[in-house]
């Protein structure tokens, strides 16, 4: 390939500063991927962001500034060779080593990954898939150097923004602002981030990056006469108090004055550290005894100290910042902080491969963050393994996979198909019958990997199988999964349960011999509001029969012994069927069912009953003239059932009278006193007076036989000249 001499001598120098300070054997492998690019065929130049000669040369030279190995520089290099030309990853692995092809490998990944972001709008879906996004990238590199090596792409494409065409600038700076800036933050690259940040903005609103700038550089002449006085005076008076410090100044980043500014909402004058001076102390001890020099010599403004080594930033940076105000009346910040967190500040995991993770996130990731990091602190200098560890810490447990819309999804280290589709709804999870991953179809218990796309088959109607929860089958790995599983069928089986849990229920009633319990009460003191559920946790075995008697005998002081069962028998071809006996009532033709007695006219032996089937309550027994009942006739004529006294003449049977009489002191007394030498128990007595009319109101729960037993005392009851009115309280 003929090249011009030009373009020999641009080579020539940009190679010459890649070799410099390497080893004769690291030079040797830059060198040799140097001539490989010009030699295989891989064009000098081409559109922007395309791979050439020139694209290859000034992502390696970026890669150098930031100190990185000569193994990146040369995947650096390599990457726009595989990429445009006959030259295959077999060969750089052959000719370069395995490290420096999955590197290439990685990249190659990565870029793949590209169609699937998300449209960058504003909004928190769009901000929760770009840290997906950011999660995803670290995580499908099996090298971290792979990450430095796009970022460095991605600055040197934004260098050259105006030669890419007008529709995907925006785009690029975009995707910049809110991905790969970011991403240089949390791997604490703050020389790359800055630069990411401002070519970004420039794009996006050159208006106000031109205004910040021009501001910046109206008064650059006499803030930086400012800033050389302030820097002489300081080192002055930390060379005579015998305090070691490089003392220099430093620009603003314009993105960051404008973030500044909005965030605070105040204008450019504002600002405090537009310009600002760093003082870079030999240790700990020097950085606060700087601060006392600095405090000594310029008045501080108050709450504009912040000590970011005793409360380092969330994302590990530390150093001492004071905002005081200097000698020609202006406000000025200065920072204070060692060598070391100054290196780390600059150039994070690409000057000592540390991790730093930025903004807010939840303490177990955090925990995560601050055990690696103690970990490489721990570390050798010269020591590069770390990035393995930093895989297995930071990615041991989660995939991030995508939806065919290119969502994100991170799931659980082995999720499955199906745990990816229980995560997009329930309902996809219930009607799944496949999956598909990149393209093709894999079974269902199939462990998903970072960077795979997943399709889901679904069927029209839920059909989830019970073998999806036998852990041993492997189809689910997610707890929320299963419990999404799980409760599908509980609602399957409900009605099954309810019926298995008031035969049980039933059975105990029986055995017991319990006439008139409160099942409302009974199931309140399990926890159950509604009878229906308690009856589901007696079926599923949750509330057990011994558990159920003993709260059923608490109910009931007086228990009746339980009734007799009969059979009535039929004529014709057709087996018999057992009537249910239960509480004195005999339910014609049916049996295994719970009976109740209606709250509403409390019926006697020897009154006219019918029953009604309730919905999970059994059979409700009403007077035949109580208006509910008449009600609920009307509008279910099909749950009416033949119903009929069995007692026997040790049965009770709960009712309720109403007795109106004078409001004078003792008729409480005198009126229960009657029942008491009738020999009916009563079982509660509420009294309502009226002060106007001069009378009360009792009403009064009585244990009876029947009807005729209760006619009997309240027709005496009557005959009391005290008493205005006794009778059976109205129902419905």
């Known amino acids: 390939m003929v090249r011009s001499e030009v373009q020999a001598d641009s080579h020539g120098k940009a190679l010459s500063a890649l070799l410099k300070g390497k080893s004769e054997t690291e030079a040797e492998i830059i060198k ?46 390599l990457r726009d060779v595989v990429e445009d030309t006959p030259v295959t990853l077999d060969q750089v692995r052959t000719q370069f080593g395995s490290s420096v092809a999955m590197l290439v490998e990685n990249l190659a990944r990565m870029d793949a990954l590209q169609q699937y972001q998300p449209d960058a709008d504003k909004g928190k879906k769009d901000k929760n898939q770009s840290e ?106 930390l060379r005579n108090a015998g305090i070691e410090g490089e003392v220099s100044g430093r620009p603003k980043h314009i993105y960051s004055i404008w973030r500044k500014m909005t965030r605070k909402g105040v204008e450019f004058d504002q600002i405090f550290d537009v310009t600002a001076v760093r003082v870079l102390a030999r240790d700990v001890a020097g950085c606060y005894a700087t601060l006392g020099v600095v405090h000594s010599l310029w008045e501080p403004i108050s709450g504009e100290f912040d000590d970011y080594i005793a409360t380092p930033k969330e994302n590990g940076y530390k150093a001492l910042h004071t905002a005081v105000i200097g000698p020609d009346g202006k406000n000025l910040e ?44 721990g570390a050798d200098s010269g020591e590069m393994d770390f990035v393995t560890r930093f895989k297995a810490e930071m990615f041991k447990d989660r995939v991030y996979v995508l939806t065919p819309k290119g969502e994100i999804i991170e799931l659980t280290k082995g999720a499955t198909p199906l745990d990816f589709a229980y995560h997009v709804h329930s309902q996809v999870g219930h009607r799944c019958r496949g999956a598909k991953v990149d393209g093709k179809i894999v079974p269902l218990t199939y462990e998903l990997k970072t960077g795979e796309k997943v399709e889901i088959m679904t069927g029209k109607q839920p059909a989830p199988s019970r073998e999806w929860l036998n852990p041993h089958a492997g189809y689910l790995k997610t707890p929320r999964a299963r419990a999404k599983v799980r409760q599908h069928f509980r609602a399957l089986d409900y009605d099954r349960y309810v019926a298995s849990g008031r035969v049980i229920l039933e059975r105990e009633l029986q055995r017991l011999g319990i006439i008139g319990a409160n099942l409302e009460k009974v199931s309140q003191r399990f926890g159950k509001p509604k009878l229906e559920v308690f009856l589901e946790a007696i079926g599923r075995g949750e509330v057990t029969p011994t558990q159920l008697a003993a709260v059923l005998s608490e109910s009931v002081p007086q228990p009746a012994a339980a009734p007799a069962v009969e ?56 007077r ?109």
């Open 32 to 77: 040799r991927a140097v001539d490989l690019a010009d030699e295989s065929g891989l064009r000098e130049t081409a559109a922007a962001g395309s791979p050439s000669v020139a694209r290859a040369l000034a992502v390696a030279s970026i890669l150098n500034e930031l100190r990185l190995d000569h193994e990146t520089i040369a995947a650096g290099v």
């Open 334 to 377: 200065i920072q204070i902080r060692t060598h070391t967190m100054h290196k780390e500040a600059e150039l994070g995991v690409a000057a000592h491969w540390s991790y730093k993770e930025g903004g807010k996130q939840n303490p177990e990731l955090q925990k995560k963050i601050g055990d690696l990091r103690r970990m490489i602190r």
């Open 567 to 622: 059979t009535v028998t039929t004529t014709g071809t057709e087996p018999a069927q057992k009537d249910a006996t239960v509480g004195g009532i005999r339910i014609l033709g049916v049996a295994n069912l719970l009976t109740i007695a209606a709250r509403c006219c409390q019926p006697v032996p020897n009154d006219t009953i019918s029953g009604y089937v309730t919905r999970g309550r059994g059979v409700t027994i009403h």
């Open 624 to 732: 035949s003239d109580c208006r509910n009942f008449h009600r609920l006739a009307r509008e279910n004529p099909e749950r009416v059932i033949p119903v009929d006294w069995n007692a026997r003449g040790t049965d009770v049977f709960k009712a309720q009278v109403q007795v109106v009489a004078q409001n004078r002191a003792g008729v409480s007394r005198d009126v229960t006193n009657l029942f008491a030498e009738a020999k009916i128990n009563v079982v509660q007595v509420t009294s309502v007076p009226d002060s106007k009319r001069g009378v009360v109101t009792l009403n009064i729960t009585v244990e009876v036989a029947n009807s005729a037993q209760l006619g009997e005392i309240l027709g005496e009851i009557s005959q009391k000249s005290y008493v205005l009115q006794a009778g059976r309280r109205a129902s419905g």
């Open 132 to 237: 997906a996004l950011r999660k995803m990238l670290l995580a499908m590199s099996e090298d971290l150097r792979a990450v430095l090596i796009k970022l460095a792409d991605r600055v040197y494409n934004l260098r050259n923004l105006k030669t890419f065409p007008e529709d995907k600038r925006e785009l690029l700076a975009r995707e910049s602002l809110d991905i790969f800036s970011p991403l240089a933050n949390r791997l604490g690259i703050g020389r790359l981030r800055w630069e990411l940040e401002d070519l970004s903005f420039h794009q996006l609103d050159p208006a106000t990056y031109k205004n910040i700038a021009r501001l910046l550089d109206e008064r650059r002449v006499v803030r930086e006469a400012n800033v050389v006085s302030v820097v002489e005076r300081l080192r002055t008076e």
